[in-house]
């Protein structure tokens, strides 16, 4: 597999591009707005053909760049079918894999941060958005979020996988790139080790965090695929 992670620094944002070897096609999950020219130039440079956009939610804090790469380059939308999205090319569900050429991505949903989360599997490899982040996880007070759900998303769907699986988060505030489930299974201070869904929800309802900057407008903007 051909593989880029990129950094979207206001947001902390991870955008995560993958390439077939074999056919040259190629996915985005999470493209961020203000980078598609970095985005277009990293398909360029690998020789790669956009197929799909690919969502991991409705997200709050930046506005996609879905729109904006499909005018380019004539790529699909892919969102969850659960976020009720406008102008979505392709409704992601859990046992619905998307192919790239010959790659596989497997969607989970993992709702909890939003009801709408889906995390990706792709070999050995685990692209989990809000939900599960390097010895953390997303919030749980908007967006149909609920502690209790995130828990178990977390602890039924993503810790049941192989421990050598490779975590790349949505986010990471300290520019960390890549975990493991063994690593998060063990030692993550939120939900790992021996935490009880009791404990869980306690520590989520304790954290008080400041509401979103541009929450008001990349919501809207977002359950549009980005178009204006």
Same mark, same amino acid.
């Given at each position: @597999?051909?593989?880029?992670?990129?950094?979207?620094?206001?947001?902390?944002?991870?955008?995560?591009?993958?390439?077939?070897? =074999?056919?040259?096609?190629?996915?985005?999950?999470?493209? =961020?707005?203000? @980078?598609?020219?970095?985005?277009?130039?990293?398909?360029?440079?690998?020789?790669?053909?956009? !197929?799909? &956009?690919?969502?991991?939610?409705?997200?709050?804090?930046? =506005?996609?760049?879905?729109?904006?790469?499909?005018?380019? &380059?004539?790529?699909? %939308?892919?969102?969850?079918?659960?976020?009720?999205?406008?102008?979505?090319?392709?409704?992601?569900?859990?046992?619905?894999?998307?192919?790239?050429?010959?790659?596989?991505?497997?969607?989970?949903?993992?709702?909890?941060?939003?009801?709408?989360?889906?995390?990706?599997?792709?070999?050995?490899?685990?692209?989990?958005?809000?939900?599960?982040?390097?010895?953390?996880?997303?919030? %749980?007070?908007?967006?149909?979020?609920?502690?209790?759900?995130?828990?178990?998303?977390? !602890?039924?769907?993503?810790?049941?996988?192989?421990?050598?699986?490779? =975590?790349?988060?949505?986010?990471?505030?300290?520019?960390?790139?890549?975990?493991?489930?063994?690593?998060?299974?063990?030692?993550?201070?939120?939900?790992?080790?021996?935490?009880?869904?009791?404990?869980?929800?306690?520590? @989520?309802?304790?954290?008080?965090?400041?509401?979103?900057?541009? @929450?008001?407008?990349?919501?809207?903007?977002?359950?549009?695929?980005?178009?204006?």
């Amino acid at each position: @597999m051909l593989f880029r992670q990129l950094f979207e620094p206001q947001a902390s944002a991870y955008t995560y591009l993958l390439g077939c070897p =074999v056919t040259r096609e190629a996915a985005l999950i999470d493209p =961020v707005l203000e @980078m598609v020219e970095r985005d277009l130039a990293a398909l360029a440079e690998l020789g790669l053909d956009l !197929r799909y &956009t690919i969502e991991t939610h409705i997200h709050a804090d930046h =506005v996609t760049g879905a729109a904006r790469l499909r005018q380019a &380059t004539g790529c699909k %939308t892919a969102v969850p079918a659960a976020s009720g999205a406008e102008h979505v090319d392709l409704e992601v569900r859990e046992g619905e894999p998307i192919m790239i050429g010959t790659l596989r991505i497997d969607p989970l949903h993992t709702p909890g941060h939003t009801s709408d989360h889906h995390a990706y599997l792709v070999g050995d490899r685990l692209f989990t958005g809000d939900a599960l982040l390097i010895d953390g996880c997303g919030r %749980t007070d908007f967006q149909g979020g609920d502690a209790a759900t995130l828990y178990r998303s977390i !602890r039924d769907k993503l810790f049941v996988l192989a421990s050598e699986t490779l =975590v790349y988060p949505g986010h990471d505030y300290q520019r960390r790139e890549v975990s493991s489930i063994g690593q998060e299974r063990a030692r993550n201070p939120r939900v790992g080790g021996g935490r009880t869904l009791e404990e869980f929800v306690a520590i @989520m309802a304790a954290l008080d965090l400041p509401r979103p900057k541009r @929450m008001d407008v990349a919501v809207p903007a977002n359950q549009a695929c980005g178009e204006s």
